[in-house]
């Protein structure tokens, strides 16, 4: 037998209705991470929820989990969802339609009256974006074990609110939700998400079968040189912060920028002391690293590394390695079950890379794992605009309900 | 029959009471162009001078004359001084030495019972440093005729205060000071002044008889390129403005910044947005370029300007200069005088090439010109810190005076 069809307008409607929460003027989402939006949203959601029979759990890391109780409470249960925090001028889909979508999934299956075998866990993992408290990721590294809890906690954001303090607030908030353990054995995981780019909406697709997402590394430099006044210091005797920032950043884009697999960027640049008549003294600047291989990304790291250190001689550099995220491809037969659904459904697809990291990530080494993609418009994502069609939306919700019928063994053979 | 001498310790105890006004804690003077501070520095100076005998007069670019009568008030006026304003965060002796010397040297010929040929006028020009109004050398620009008037009325401080109104303030103070016309035929010029450098330190000299100054142009450079994400767009479509930089600072440091003899420095930068994972829209930054030779300059501005358009491609870069001061050569004969002074007095002399600029840059052209430096120790100035030893003080001002001397054809034959 075929599965269900998902609701498209109660769907819509619901994802709406939760854009309403964090709403800003210019039609975006201001729904940061543990904020009283965030609990908000909770409510709203955990709501819907229950009134589909879904029973909500959390952990000590704040993720919230919404359980169809399975058959056999012993197997490792099927997970799918995304995130409900927002980018401080977010958009309403990053996040929210994989949550979302998952929550439609789960009650068509269960309003059409079975009973999956293995429990199948909707979840919003916290701080995603990491735009409050940084880096994101943290609800699904603090489940996978790659980063402390304690680490966790201790972050603040800018007003000097620690993570941990939030944390404890949102879960007293909901006091009668039970508590998991952090990190327990998953099934499978699936995240239905936007693009955030320009494939799927320039191929004319509907579905992207997400193949894996692109490695990134980040570090800070510090360059150190000595400060001078710019019209009686000898050329030969300075020590100029921004000459070797030059050199570096001239290096490292002819060896690494001129592959297009390799993506290379310095987006943050600071001069001090920056008065125009003063030799500078230092220059900080981040490197943004990305490339669907680990071993060129390793090798592109240790690259980065040896450059700033030799081409900003005879200045001083000190690269801080910040974020080493591996690549990661997305199980096969997953991307399989994806594609046949999307084929039977009629719906155009094809296989993406996803350049954007995404808590999946975390999920791919735990247990096979995928991501649905659909398109966003113009690419625009982590903004007011962004904007996917409900077509689109429905089309990515109703794969994930196909793929989940198949992994829970109730509808089709 | 030898110059008088001058009186040091009355030349350094003024210059301790005139570093009073606008003193700041770390014993540095906080006296900008314009302040009360400066208008108070004016009331004390003013008074010295008319003890003495002198006559004080300004002009519509608020610069203070004090004026020694001669014989032959139809003679164009010998001139001596500096300037009273200060940085921010200035010291004791950058303007004010100049100023104070004159004073002494003048006063020290006047009590000799002597009379010159020609008029004798210490000037302290407008608003030298240009921290307070932007850029600075506007009394002598004015004077010369380099800048209109009304450029120079029309520049406003950072609370929004117009230049203009602060000058009608200050005449406003002294409703009884003679007004000269900007501007008249000078018979010399001759301006003492800490080093500002290491030069004379380092060799031992008290004296430094100044050659010329370097020339000076700055260029504001704004690269336009086109932002976007750091993981998704890719590096054949970026037009990234932090990369131009990169490769338009590298080119000119490989032509110009080995060059010993000239100076170039970029010192201001700016990133827009200036965030970690976005591709970098706008780079803004400041060109400081010198050198003695202006042929030489002048070739390096045309170059500057030709490789920051053709290094930025494919982003687009707009140079706009900004200063454009040519170098000058410093009047040999009274290079000779300085010299002839020096030795006889025994301080220890020798030539230096001023590589910041002085007022003393806009009278070369309209008269036989020159400098006295003395040492400052370790090069430092514009700083509270700044130090001039007092016998390096009264040394200058005794050369100054004897060059006065021969000058006014009164002493020495």
Redesign the interface.
């Known amino acids: 037998m075929a599965a269900p069809s998902i609701d498209a307008d109660r769907l819509w409607n619901r994802l709406m209705r939760l854009a309403e929460i964090g709403a800003t003027p210019k039609g975006g989402v201001d729904r940061q991470a543990l904020s009283e939006g965030e609990t908000e949203a909770w409510r709203l959601v955990i709501d819907w929820a229950h009134k589909a029979g879904l029973v909500a759990q959390t952990d000590p890391a704040a993720n919230l989990f919404l359980v169809w109780e399975g058959r056999d409470r012993t197997l490792p249960p099927l997970m799918a969802g995304s995130h409900l925090d927002s980018q401080p001028t977010g958009g309403k889909f990053d996040g929210a339609f994989g949550v979302m979508a998952a929550l439609e999934a789960v009650i068509t299956l269960a309003a059409a009256g079975l009973r999956p075998e293995r429990d199948i866990i909707v979840v919003a993992w916290m701080n995603e974006e990491g735009s409050r408290f940084a880096p994101g990721m943290m609800g699904s590294e603090a489940f996978a074990g790659v980063r402390p809890i304690e680490t966790i906690h201790a972050v603040k954001d800018a007003k000097g609110i620690s993570t941990g303090a939030e944390i404890d607030r949102q879960l007293a908030a909901f006091p009668n939700l039970a508590r998991r353990p952090l990190g327990f054995p998953l099934f499978a995981y699936i995240e239905p998400h936007i693009e ?2 320009t494939l799927l909406e320039q191929a004319e697709m509907t579905i992207g079968i997400v193949t894996g997402i ?1 490695g ?1 590394k ?1 570090y800070e430099v510090k360059i150190e040189g000595t400060k001078g ?8 005797d300075r020590r ?1 912060a ?2 070797a ?3 570096v ?2 290096r490292l ?1 002819a060896q690494i ?4 697999h ?10 001090e ?8 003294e230092r220059v900080r600047f ?1 490197i ?1 690293l ?1 490339h669907p291989d680990n071993a060129v990304l390793d090798r592109c790291g240790e690259f980065v590394e040896r450059i700033c250190i030799a081409a900003a001689k005879p200045c001083n550099a000190n690269v801080t390695p910040l974020v080493s995220a591996a690549s990661n491809d997305f199980d096969a037969g997953l991307q399989e079950l994806i594609a046949r659904s999307a084929g039977q459904r009629g719906f155009p697809a094809m296989p993406v890379l996803s ?3 995404h808590d999946a990530r975390q999920m791919a080494p735990l247990c096979p794992s995928a991501m649905i993609f659909i398109p966003c418009r113009d ?1 625009v994502s982590h903004d007011e605009s962004e904007w996917a069609e409900p077509q689109h939306v429905a089309a990515g919700a109703q794969v994930l309900c196909d793929v989940l019928a198949v992994l829970c063994r109730e509808v089709l053979p």
């Open positions: 955030q780019h692109q990134k980040t006044h710019a019209g009686t210091l000898s050329m030969r100029d921004v000459v920032f030059a050199e950043m001239s884009q920028g001129r592959h297009d390799i993506k290379f960027t310095v987006g943050q640049l600071l001069v002391p920056n008065a125009p008549s003063i030799v500078p981040r943004d990305r350049y954007a990291g690419g």
